[in-house]
């Protein structure tokens, strides 16, 4: 199977599954209200300590400190001579940032009724674009940090996973995500991260 042919399978079969769950989660489900009341007791018990962790979490990943993670990242590779990984960071966060402009179109989720704070984005709710392209980003480094000593690749997993977990809470008390979002989110990260080292592994090609 073709890169071409073998992204445009999974991508698809991602934007299929994101569209059934988020018509559900709209449709039979009601919205889900228990994640409506979620959204308002972070705000609720939320201070001003929690407001400047949600800020700049969330901050950390709009378009452009995202993309100028990637570029570190893709700089770091050239210069570990690591050329056929190179271009993974930026095909991983392109494959996430397609799967959610798709899918978010298709499904037409309404942002949490709660005050937004941070970036405002154009597109609906489900699923999380920014928590789908950082997790694809972090996959990516994860794997990178293979050249460490071993202690020091763990840790980068963990504070990678710490990272992204905090993302993930502060889209829901800035109000601009639900937990299924975020959720999603994940999942689309995981998959796209995945894919895109596939594609441009040394095997990745036609068979």
Same mark, same amino acid.
């Given at each position: 199977m073709s890169r071409i042919l073998r992204?445009? !399978?999974v991508v698809g079969g991602l934007v299929t599954a994101n569209v059934l769950t988020g018509r559900l989660i709209t449709g039979p489900l009601r919205d889900l209200p228990v994640e409506h009341r979620l959204n308002h007791d972070l705000r609720r018990r939320g201070g001003d300590t929690a407001r400047r962790l949600a800020a700049a979490a969330s901050q950390s990943s709009?378009?452009?400190p995202a993309v100028g993670m990637a570029v570190g990242l893709t700089a770091l590779l050239l210069a570990r001579g690591r050329r056929a990984e190179a271009a993974v960071p930026a095909l991983a966060m392109a494959l996430a940032?397609? !799967?959610h402009v798709t899918s978010s179109a298709l499904v037409g989720r309404p942002r949490p009724a709660l005050e937004r704070l941070?970036?405002?984005q154009p597109t609906s709710s489900f699923p999380s674009g920014h928590?789908?392209?950082m997790t694809a980003l972090a996959v990516v480094l994860g794997r990178a940090a293979d050249i460490l000593p071993r202690?020091?690749?763990v840790s980068v997993r963990v504070g990678l996973v710490g990272y992204l977990g905090l993302l993930g809470c502060s889209r829901l008390y800035n109000g601009q995500h639900y937990a299924s979002d975020v959720l999603a989110g994940y999942v689309n990260g995981c998959a796209c991260g995945m894919l895109a080292r596939q594609l441009l592994s040394s095997d990745g090609g036609d068979r």
């Amino acid at each position: 199977m073709s890169r071409i042919l073998r992204a445009a !399978t999974v991508v698809g079969g991602l934007v299929t599954a994101n569209v059934l769950t988020g018509r559900l989660i709209t449709g039979p489900l009601r919205d889900l209200p228990v994640e409506h009341r979620l959204n308002h007791d972070l705000r609720r018990r939320g201070g001003d300590t929690a407001r400047r962790l949600a800020a700049a979490a969330s901050q950390s990943s709009d378009t452009a400190p995202a993309v100028g993670m990637a570029v570190g990242l893709t700089a770091l590779l050239l210069a570990r001579g690591r050329r056929a990984e190179a271009a993974v960071p930026a095909l991983a966060m392109a494959l996430a940032s397609l !799967t959610h402009v798709t899918s978010s179109a298709l499904v037409g989720r309404p942002r949490p009724a709660l005050e937004r704070l941070g970036t405002r984005q154009p597109t609906s709710s489900f699923p999380s674009g920014h928590v789908g392209a950082m997790t694809a980003l972090a996959v990516v480094l994860g794997r990178a940090a293979d050249i460490l000593p071993r202690t020091a690749a763990v840790s980068v997993r963990v504070g990678l996973v710490g990272y992204l977990g905090l993302l993930g809470c502060s889209r829901l008390y800035n109000g601009q995500h639900y937990a299924s979002d975020v959720l999603a989110g994940y999942v689309n990260g995981c998959a796209c991260g995945m894919l895109a080292r596939q594609l441009l592994s040394s095997d990745g090609g036609d068979r």
